[in-house]
Antibody, heavy 126, light 109 residues
Framework: QVRLQESGPGLVKPSQTLSLTCSVS??????????WSWIRQPAGKGLEWIGR???????NYNPSFKSRVSISLDTSKKQFSLKLSSVTAADTAVYYC??????????????????WGQGTLVTVSS | EIVLTQSPGTLSLSPGERATLSCRAS???????LAWYQQKPGQAPRLLIY???RRATGIPDRFSGSGSGPDFTLTISRLEPEDFAVYYC??????????FGQGTKLEIK
């Protein structure tokens, strides 16, 4: 069974950089069938996709985060990481890592987040 | 950006009843790239439906999805106590790659 686990500081000061790591176990992080995504959820609100990384290192980011976001991959450690710079109180949220499964069958392609970490709360406050 | 609008915001029903949740996209969305998730308090979302109508592994058959761009529906045929939660639809597109609806809260009447 694939498991994802987020780790990192729970408190970050305004204007600093939020850094989180997601550790993957029970499955390959190298498989070409998967991207690895970060998603966040402010308290009492909906889900917002931040960005993703492929095994090749190719990244896609939500334009809402402009140049503040960076996602990296360390296949030897089976981890991928998120860095979000210049944080403000609006970045306070539960941050999830998720496996982004992409596959094609019978001429149709599908994508979905099939495995998620349990989430980690990051609070931005001085 | 494709905006997903879910309705109703809150749905109050009793166990055993049928629930119908709607997700409408601001532009046409490929059904292949429309998914539904269930989230309970304090938990991560769980994948229920992908490809608009395909049940994920281990999901009971009382959950079903239907529709085509821009209108999609999640139906729970007979509500069980554990089904009361928040439900999100999600689509895969161009930029941003993924967007989620704002959620429908299914509460016990």
């Amino acid at each position: 069974q694939v498991r994802l686990q987020e780790s990192g500081p729970g408190l970050v000061k305004p204007s600093q950089t939020l850094s989180l790591t997601c550790s993957v176990s029970g499955g390959s992080i190298n498989s070409g069938s998967y991207y690895w995504s970060w998603i966040r959820q402010p308290a009492g609100k909906g889900l917002e996709w931040i960005g993703r990384i492929y095994t090749s290192g190719t990244t896609n980011y939500n334009p809402s985060f402009k140049s503040r976001v960076s996602i990296s991959l360390d296949t030897s450690k089976k981890q991928f990481s998120l860095k979000l710079s210049s944080v403000t109180a609006a970045d306070t949220a539960v941050y999830y890592c998720a496996r982004d499964r992409l596959y094609c069958t019978d001429g149709e392609c599908y994508t979905n987040f099939d495995f998620w970490g349990q989430g980690t709360l990051v609070t931005v406050s001085s | 950006e494709i905006v997903l609008t879910q309705s109703p915001g809150t749905l109050s029903l009793s166990p055993g009843e049928r629930a119908t949740l709607s997700c409408r996209a601001s532009q046409s969305v490929s059904g292949s790239y429309l998914a539904w998730y269930q989230q309970k308090p304090g938990q991560a979302p769980r994948l229920l439906i992908y490809g608009a109508s395909r049940r994920a592994t281990g999901i009971p058959d009382r959950f079903s999805g239907s529709g085509s761009g821009p209108d999609f529906t999640l139906t729970i045929s007979r509500l069980e106590p554990e089904d009361f939660a928040v439900y999100y639809c999600q689509q895969y597109g161009n930029s941003p790659k993924y967007t989620f609806g704002q959620g429908t809260k299914l509460e016990i009447k």
